[in-house]
């Protein structure tokens, strides 16, 4: 076999500009033959096929196996076997293919490892035959087998072999018989041929709530080891008046269930009119809820076999059931969702944990800031609040005038960009040469923790736009001047700013080059215009800095608008409240000074996420300071779980509405707000920013669908689908997702207001500079219907350090069913530097 592979790793995509749908064939006439397999597939545009797994025991009798041994091994190079093979347990009496059906391949071998009634000898054999079949595909570097289900529906026995629980009651002899299922597969997850070699093992789970539950619960049984992934099969019906409840389920499975592919059965397809395959209604919206949430990763399997009239097309006579599902898989609203660059971008991220940024006690890096500036919303909005404050500034009379200028419009359009633009409309008729005198009032803003300067620049543009808005509106003759004090503790940031500074013409516009000089060597200040000094120290030490203790001492002088970006995804996470109180304590702010943001909120939901907790428990083996030793603080998996984590989620499911924990104000009431009798910097000296929040998440028969994986805005359609959803599923909790929503300004006067938010309900869409804060959870919470999750959180602090604290229980019917221990007492495992 020559040509290119496809890899079958996560979040691989083709090389190509292609959208990902990576999907594989499984041919019941070729399992033992790859080479068929692969030109027959590979012929309709298959990137993989499945093989059934060897019988790989010594021959005992010649005769017996002629005409049985496998010839593929000899014909296909290793890259194929490693890139475009995936491995099947089959049942030894099935021979090379799963006469059963693929449905229960498998099955009976599995059933004979784990039902107590087995003989020793067929039990011993029976293992042999499994371990041997896996040894080859670690041999061979398969890089996932499927295996059969943990419900066993073809058992003719009076219940399912394995239980469901806690849904469905069972006997004593199923759950012994899933445990021992979850003691076989735990044992082939933590052997070599997965720890070593990285075969994935792919469960097989049909679309059916047991399933879904007795999955789940092998999972944790499992300790949620990373190589178990489950495969969906959607190989049964769905009646319309399910699809809420289904629906409804399979949300809280998208999360809890480490789904790795998704297997539709050809048995499942109905005919359209002129033949060709087509799902029902109710799969094709299940087809968009998955592919919608996981279609970047999850690998898709066209299997089950054909009546022998039926031929679908092409070499594999499958072709058409690709075709309609390439099809589905093009459907709006899928291609906005899964190819927009956006979403190409972010694919490396998802579901990789990442240690919350420290803008405090680190230092970014160049690139860090790059990556942020190029966000199209938050930038955007920070300039709308920006030009909210000052337009209800100067209608309250709150900015000084600083002189009189006469002049014309067509002078002000040469050095205003805003005013040109805003000339240029069609309905702006005025006369650009007539002289008038214009007031210029001063604002003076201070950036604090500025950064590169984008927030600078946004300073600098909305002094520019109230000024042309201000000349253009009814009274005509008043502009701005604005005073920009940037303050940066981060010296390379600081390189960045005074080189701006110097070369920036727009950071030094205070003064029209084309009008010379006034006779006492001061020059002309221009209208709209802005003058930039930049100061390199900590905003919270102010007092110390020769330009910042002048306007300590001139009330006049001081800040009129604070404008800070110091959010972390948490909202206060990156310690905003400390370092604005201390701005604020400083002196340098007016008592009537307004902070952008002026409020943000921290939000907490709970999330199913296998991945998740998996990839937090990974963090373990790799403490994250080399230093970490005995006699240093703690490392390993305690830690590792006590820890929260940025994180992009994907295959994560927000079981229910986030809840607000607590939201920090910025100023602090001084005597201006209120009748407090304090300065600003006196209400500012006693604050406190410890919190700590107490939230009930009640059930929700919809499993907070409309809330996604947690990250983005919330899905009106979701919500339709899952109404009338009754049955509510036991779910899995693996930790709490936090998020925030800032209200950077309101103004009350003109009822407007300009907010970022990466809460679901508020979510800024577009905007990407955030991504939720997962806190893991050590002890799975297994929630059943009608039950109550209670999350408490505490931000606490000392001197040196600020962390939080959480844990969470289940109650029903006034019952603590289970509860957690607190996570990261005294802030051992993690903690914010002050
Ligand atoms: C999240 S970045 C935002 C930077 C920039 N405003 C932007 O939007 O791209 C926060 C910045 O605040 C700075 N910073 C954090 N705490 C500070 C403090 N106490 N004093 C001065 N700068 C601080 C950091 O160095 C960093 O440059």
Not at 280 to 285: A, E, P, V
Request: net charge negative; charged share 20%.
């Amino acid at each position: 076999m020559t040509g290119t592979s496809i890899s079958l790793d996560d979040c691989g995509s083709t090389a190509s500009s292609a959208p990902i749908f990576i999907s594989g064939v499984s041919l019941p006439e070729h399992t033992a033959d790859v080479a068929a397999s692969l030109a027959k597939a590979r012929q309709d545009g298959f990137d993989y096929v499945v093989t059934s797994l060897p019988n790989t025991a010594p021959l005992t009798s010649h005769v017996a196996h002629v005409g049985k041994h496998r010839t593929d091994v000899t014909r296909v190079e290793s890259k194929w076997w490693s890139t475009s093979v995936v491995g099947m347990v089959s049942d030894p009496d099935d021979g090379h293919s799963a006469s059963r059906g693929f449905g229960s391949a498998g099955q009976s071998l599995i059933n004979s490892l784990c039902r107590p009634t087995t003989s020793p000898e067929k039990r011993r054999e029976s293992s042999r035959i499994l371990w041997g079949g896996l040894e080859w595909a670690s041999h061979m570097n398969i890089p996932a087998v499927i295996l059969p289900s943990p419900t066993d529906d073809d058992s003719d026995e009076d219940e399912d072999m394995f239980d469901a629980a806690p849904c469905k009651p069972t006997s004593v002899a199923n759950k012994a018989a899933s445990r021992d299922y979850a003691q076989l597969v735990s044992a082939i997850s933590t052997s070599s041929i997965c720890t070593t070699s990285h075969v994935q093992l792919w469960i097989r789970v049909p679309l059916s709530m047991q399933a879904m539950q007795a999955f789940q619960l092998l999972l944790d049984r499992c300790d949620h080891s990373p190589s178990i992934g489950c495969m969906l099969h959607m190989d049964r019906n769905i009646e319309p008046g399910a699809l809420p409840s289904m629906a409804s389920a399979l949300h809280a499975f998208l999360g809890a269930g480490n789904v790795k592919a998704v297997s539709w059965d050809t048995g499942n397809f109905l005919r359209n009119k002129k033949g060709f395959p087509t799902l029902s209604k109710s799969y094709q919206h299940i087809f968009s809820m998955v592919y919608g949430r996981l279609g970047r990763t999850v690998r898709t399997l066209v299997e089950g076999q054909l009546d022998a009239r039926s031929d679908h097309g092409g070499a594999s006579s499958r072709l058409h059931h690709l075709q309609y599902l390439r099809h589905l898989r093009s459907r709006a609203p899928l291609p906005s969702k899964l190819d927009s660059e956006e979403a190409v971008l972010e694919t490396p991220y998802l579901d990789s944990l990442q240690s919350p940024l420290q803008p405090l006690g680190d230092h970014l890096e160049y690139q860090t800031y790059e990556t942020f500036e190029k966000d199209p919303v938050k930038y955007s909005n920070y300039g709308e609040a920006i030009e909210l404050a000052l337009l209800d500034g100067l209608a309250r009379g709150a900015y000084p005038a600083i002189k009189s200028v006469f002049t014309s419009l067509g002078r002000l359009k040469e050095t205003s960009e805003s005013l040109r633009e805003r000339l240029e409309e069609a309905s702006c008729h005025r006369d650009l040469g007539a002289i008038a005198e214009i007031d210029v009032k001063e604002v003076t803003i201070l950036v604090v923790g500025a950064g590169r300067g984008p927030l600078v620049r946004e300073a600098i543009a909305a002094v520019d736009r109230v000024t042309s808005i201000s000349l253009l509106g009814t009274e005509g003759n008043v502009a701005l001047h604005a005073k920009i004090i940037a303050i940066e503790k981060n010296p390379s940031a600081m390189l960045y700013l005074q080189s701006l500074r110097e070369t920036e013409p727009s950071w030094n516009g205070a003064y029209d080059p084309g009008v010379p000089d006034l006779a006492n060597g001061a020059r002309e200040i221009v209208p709209g215009s802005s003058r930039i000094s930049v100061i390199g120290c900590d905003m919270r030490e102010a007092t110390s800095h020769p330009i910042l203790r002048k306007m300590i001492e001139n009330q006049q002088a001081r800040g009129d608008i604070v404008v800070s970006e110091l959010l972390g995804s948490f909202g206060d996470n990156e310690l905003s409240p400390e370092c604005l109180d201390g701005v604020q304590k400083c002196g340098v702010l007016k008592d009537t000074c307004v902070s952008i943001p002026q409020s943000y909120t921290a939000f907490l939901a709970p999330v199913s996420s296998a991945r998740l907790i998996s990839e937090a428990k990974a963090q373990g083996f790799h403490p994250l300071n080399h230093c970490d030793g005995p006699g240093g603080s703690m490392v390993g998996v305690q830690r590792a779980l006590e820890t929260p984590y940025v994180v992009r989620c994907h295959a994560a499911s927000q079981t229910h509405d986030e809840q607000a924990c607590w939201t920090y104000t910025h100023p602090h009431v001084s005597k201006n707000d209120a009748d407090t009798g304090k300065s600003s910097a006196e209400a500012a000296a006693d604050v406190h920013n410890d919190r700590c929040a107490h939230l009930s998440f009640s059930s929700d028969p919809t499993n907070g669908s409309r809330n996604g994986c947690g990250y983005g805005a919330v899905n009106g359609d979701i919500v339709r689908a899952v109404e009338g959803s009754d049955i509510g599923a036991t779910l899995t909790i693996h930790g709490l997702l936090g998020t925030f929503h800032s209200v950077l300004y309101e103004s009350k006067r003109t009822k407007r207001t300009s907010t970022i938010s990466i809460a679901p309900h508020s979510f800024s869409t577009g905007m990407f500079s955030w991504f939720p804060l997962y806190f893991p959870l050590k002890e799975v919470l297994r929630v059943p219907p009608a039950s109550t999750i209670n999350c408490s959180i505490w931000r606490k602090s000392d001197d040196s350090r600020v962390w939080y604290e959480w844990c969470a229980e289940v109650e029903k019917s006034g019952f603590i069913l289970s509860t957690c221990s607190i996570h990261n007492p005294g802030g051992r495992a993690y903690h914010v530097k002050k």
